[in-house]
């Protein structure tokens, strides 16, 4: 027992709708193929959510509903809400206090975060410090998107690439040292030229130009992306390991963004972590943005175990990257 405070991860609950996408259904709005995705991104399939009226907060609330059951948590024993979006709800209020409502959550603070997919990595961090100072003893940490809400299906360059899903985590103290043991977190502002939504925010307001332009959808320069996410993903992963102590012997779980399997491949390469250590379900769900780590963490959670060393890693637009030092806590 030490009396230094660390944020255990106490609960994961993720969610995407049923309703999937596959390649070969993309070939009918663009002119792709399932080889191509598959081989340029080792995507098969994703999520999409045609429901009407539904919004990221509506995923976000899947997961955390079952998640606050699992742990055996009240709605308003909740003290924080941060969730990571790239698709809010609206621009304003955050798509965090939209989620408390609809869950009852009624004393908790909330916020967005808005860091593209680095998202979790930067919310998971920032609410571990609020453990850590002992301001709060349960934050909910959410990673969700609605990716659809931002597709152009007319654009092959980054249509095949995303889905919508997403996840969270609870986070309580600790006097073990497990949870949040240590993160990096980077930003290059220069990157905002290669991955961006061009309007909707104060730069250029919704207009029926805009519209007609198909300038509310996401935009990516594809090539340049990943040229940046493939040696910085891999590079964080590498240095956090490195000033931890971390092996690939004593690493017991990989947890990398999903953006492309050969990002993945590249970090693993680098961090010499084994493939059967790594978790990878981009097949299943191509990007989330923020909700891929989540979505990891929970399909793989009955193999985690207390004590694990995780190391969760991520890179998105903005740029932004990092990656954190996770001990398993149950
Ligand atoms: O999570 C946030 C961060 N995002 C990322 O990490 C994404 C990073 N980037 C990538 O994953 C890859 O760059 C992509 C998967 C987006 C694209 O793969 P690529 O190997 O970089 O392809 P490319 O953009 O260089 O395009 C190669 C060719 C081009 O044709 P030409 O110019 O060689 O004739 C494209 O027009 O493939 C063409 N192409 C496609 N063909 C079939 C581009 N998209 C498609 C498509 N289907 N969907």
Known sequence: MSSKITAAITGIHAWAPDEVMTNHDLEKFVETSDEWITSRTGIKERRIWTKPGMATSDIAVEAVRRLLEETGTKPEEIELVICATATPDHIFPSTANV?????????????????????????????????????????????????????????????????????????????????????????????????????????????????????????QDGKTVFKFAVTNMAETAAELMERNQLTPDNVAWLVPHQANKRIIDATRERTGIAEEKTMVNIHKYGNTTNGTIPLCLFEWRDKLKKGDNLVLCAFGGGFTWGAVYVKWAY
């Open 99 to 219: 989620i408390s409502d609809k869950l009852g959550m009624s004393n908790a603070a909330g916020y967005d975060i808005s860091a593209a997919c680095s998202g979790f990595i930067f919310a998971l961090t920032t609410g571990a410090k609020f453990i850590e100072a002992g301001m709060y003893k349960k934050v909910l940490i959410v990673g969700a998107d609605k990716m659809s809400s931002i597709l152009n299906f007319q654009d092959r360059n980054t249509c095949i690439i995303f889905g919508d899903g997403g996840g969270a985590v609870l986070l309580e103290p600790n006097y073990e040292g497990l949870g949040v043991v240590d993160a990096i977190m980077r930003s290059n502002g220069e990157g905002r030229h290669y991955l961006y939504q061009t309007a909707g925010g104060s730069f250029k307001p919704a207009s029926h130009e805009t519209v007609d332009a198909r300038e509310h959808f996401v935009t």
